[in-house]
């Protein structure tokens, strides 16, 4: 595992300088107290590419050793060459095939299934599987709906084979497209309906959403998801050591966890300091708790995240090292 986050500290009392906002408000509604941000020009890669760097350390893997990089991230510095290349170049991964795909806040979940595949089949031995999200550049500082939201961050993790019983053991992945217009970011495309959402952004090309849409539907597919991979591996919710969901919002997070009855203390977040990261959101707190020795060998952790497209998952591991 490893992991990196901008040094730059954007607090709930530095956004109250910028919006018609208050820490109460922040803190009271998200859960959210302080998040990471990238300097104006800082690329975004650049996080990616230094947790792939300790990913691969943290693994004894050689750089050479790795058949493919995937990469999960919603902000790319480049339509091309995609994130991947760029850290199969800067990681000396020489031998990698490498793509970047973009499944939203649900990324490290639909890239940990992807390794699951080819590592089962044999036909890679080592996968890479980075999250990389920049969120502050498609963020419209004047719009206090969503700008207290997010951050920056970066999550990665060697993937490779253990033994029987340990792992990845189930995985669930799934999608909505009919629900997509509920959080947008456009690229190269910039329709009326876009145009009309952001009519007081400064930027057009930044994030918009249906908060309150986005919210009802996470609060049920997080149990419902989290439930089908525990089942699929015939395991219960009580012989969990952790949930490590999605980071959009505490009050989805505690809610999602009522409805699944799993105990407060046994999720495990970091939104207060990091806020939303997307799809870097789980792997950062998995290397959080990892690097905070919450993990001990034969642990049972389920990872549970939802995000645009609309795209959600879960995975269910049993921690091996
Ligand atoms: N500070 C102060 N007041 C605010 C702020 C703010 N930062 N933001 C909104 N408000 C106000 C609103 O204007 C509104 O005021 P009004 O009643 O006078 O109209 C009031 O607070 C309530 O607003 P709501 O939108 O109803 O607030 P809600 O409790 O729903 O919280 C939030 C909004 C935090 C966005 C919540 O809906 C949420 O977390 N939704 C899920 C978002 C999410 O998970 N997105 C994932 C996307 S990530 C990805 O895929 C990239």
Redesign the pocket.
């Known amino acids: 595992m490893g992991s990196c986050v901008p040094k730059k500290i954007l607090t709930n009392s530095d956004l109250e300088k910028m919006?018609?906002?208050?820490d109460e408000?922040?803190l009271k509604?998200?859960g959210i107290s302080e998040r990471r941000i990238l300097e104006e020009n800082e690329p975004i890669h650049k996080l990616g590419v230094e947790a792939a760097r300790q990913a691969i350390n943290d693994s004894g893997v050689k750089p050479e050793e790795i058949d493919l990089i995937i990469v999960s991230t919603?902000t790319p510095d480049y339509l091309v060459p995609s994130t991947s290349c760029i850290i199969q170049k800067e990681t000396g991964a020489v031998k990698a095939a490498a793509f970047d795909l973009t499944a939203?806040?649900t990324g490290f979940i639909y890239g940990i299934t992807i390794a699951k595949q080819f590592i089962e089949t044999g036909f890679y031995k080592y996968i890479l599987v980075v999250s990389s999200e920049g969120?502050s550049k498609v963020t419209e500082w004047k719009d206090?709906?969503t700008c207290?939201?997010f951050g920056d961050g970066a999550g990665a993790a060697v993937v490779g084979a253990v033994e029987d019983g340990y792992g990845i053991i189930s995985t669930y992945i799934d999608a909505d497209g009919t629900q997509g217009n509920n959080?947008t970011i456009p690229c190269l495309y910039l329709p009326e309906e876009d145009i009309a959402r952001r009519a007081n952004y400064e930027n057009k090309m930044t994030?918009w959403?249906e908060?309150?849409e986005?919210?009802k539907f996470?609060v049920k597919i997080m149990p419902f998801a989290s439930e089908k991979v525990l089942k699929d591996a015939g395991i219960k919710v009580e012989d969990l050591k952790y949930i490590i969901p999605h980071q959009?919002?505490i009050?989805?997070i505690d809610s999602a966890a009522k409805r699944l009855g799993i105990e407060p203390e046994k999720v495990y977040t970091t939104i207060r300091k990091y806020g939303?990261i997307?799809s870097a959101s789980i792997p950062v707190a998995l290397a959080d708790a990892y690097q905070e020795k919450c993990l001990k060998k034969g642990d049972y952790l389920v990872f549970v995240g939802f995000?645009?497209g609309l795209t959600w998952g879960a995975a269910l591991l049993r921690w091996s090292k």
């Open positions: 919006v018609d906002t208050s408000w922040i509604r998200t919603s939203a806040c969120m206090r709906n207290v939201l959080i994030l959403q908060g309150q986005v919210f996470a959009a919002n009050r989805i939303n997307s995000g645009a």
